[in-house]
């Protein structure tokens, strides 16, 4: 059983990752999408999506880590078979432990652009697309793909993940909404049961787990016990920990508003220390968490209307402290 940290564009980067994963729980992480056109990118705009990007100098080991030891996927968005295997290539020749594709965005601009989720229109493409990425990496690095159940409707949600099982993926991860649903609870755990039975290659559940009890009923619903936490892991930065330890028969110690402070501070430690950051990117962060919290933790929302009018990230941070004591 694994759980895996979601890709979210603007959530989960690199400070996001170190932080839920030293909370722990999660097994793996995939990166926000990394939009791939016609080129092969070069080298710094990998950093940039995935700064852990990794290689041991003696061994060649790929060790793209954070710093807790959870392993990153790279995840890659487009349609362009040539343009996704060149990169994917380069992305594991610099150290990606492995690669995931998209078929699941909804944005407009990226599906008129052919990407993300209107490809669940053409599961050949998409064969095609899983094929050319799987053959261009060493077979020992994980090939992986993330879609939803369809575009407009479910009807080729079967199509789509036999395409991408016999295109040589390692597994597939399966928003349970399609397109059309966008965000909208409910999540449609039921519509995994049968690919999950009928394929041989692991399915990952994914979509509306927010907590423990989620958990349990997605796994009986969707007949997955692997899991992709998104939001509810922005929500309750331990769901994670707290998944494991109830699979265990432990219990979790419920986390204080003080310890959520101490990771917002880790947050912001690990932001201002980073010269390549633009300081601008950090209150927005800090709030965009605290606005997440906001849902578990009373302090979160008081503080929330003072929080967002400031712009300097040392108030914001001050303004967090300070709470600790509310
Ligand atoms: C702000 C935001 C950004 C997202 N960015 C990505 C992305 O880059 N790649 C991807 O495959 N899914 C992306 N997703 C979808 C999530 O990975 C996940 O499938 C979705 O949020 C449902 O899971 P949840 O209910 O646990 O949040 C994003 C979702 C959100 C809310």
Request: aromatic share 8%; glycine share 6%.
């Amino acid at each position: 059983m694994k759980i895996v940290l979601a890709p979210m564009d603007g959530l989960t980067d690199a400070y996001a990752r170190e932080i839920l994963t030293a909370i722990g729980g999660y097994d793996l992480c995939v990166t926000e999408f990394l939009r791939i056109t016609n080129t092969l990118f070069p080298t710094r705009v990998f950093y940039r999506r995935f700064p852990e990007l990794n290689i041991n100098p003696d061994s060649g080991q790929k060790i793209s880590h954070t710093k807790s030891g959870t392993p990153i996927f790279l995840q890659l968005l487009g349609s362009d078979n040539s343009a996704m295997a060149d990169n994917a290539a380069k992305a594991v020749s610099l150290g990606a432990e492995g690669i995931d594709l998209n078929f699941g965005c909804p944005a407009k601009t990226v599906n008129r652009r052919d990407g993300g989720a209107s490809l669940l229109k053409f599961p050949d493409r998409i064969n095609q697309l899983v094929y050319s990425v799987r053959q261009a990496v060493p077979a020992n690095i994980p090939v992986t793909a993330k879609m939803r159940l369809g575009f407009d409707d479910q009807s080729l949600a079967h199509d789509n993940a036999q395409a991408i099982q016999d295109a040589g993926a390692d597994w597939l991860t399966i928003h349970a909404r399609t397109k059309k649903d966008g965000y909208r609870p409910p999540a449609y755990w039921d519509a995994l049961a049968p690919l999950a039975d009928q394929l041989t290659i692991p399915i990952i559940a994914n979509g509306e787990v927010w907590s423990v009890d989620d958990y349990y009923r997605c796994k009986e619903r969707s007949h997955c016990s692997s899991i992709m936490l998104g939001r509810g892991a922005m929500v309750t930065p331990d769901l994670a920990l707290q998944i494991k330890n109830a699979l265990d028969d432990k219990s979790t110690p419920q986390l204080s508003w003080p310890e959520m402070c101490q990771m917002l501070d880790k947050l912001y430690q690990l932001m201002i220390h980073n010269s390549a950051l633009n300081e601008r990117y950090v209150a927005p962060r800090l709030k965009l968490w605290v606005k997440w919290l906001m849902a578990n933790f009373s302090q979160a929302e008081a503080i929330f209307p003072e929080l967002k009018r400031i712009k300097d990230p040392h108030q914001a941070i001050e303004l967090i402290r300070l709470s600790q004591d509310l």
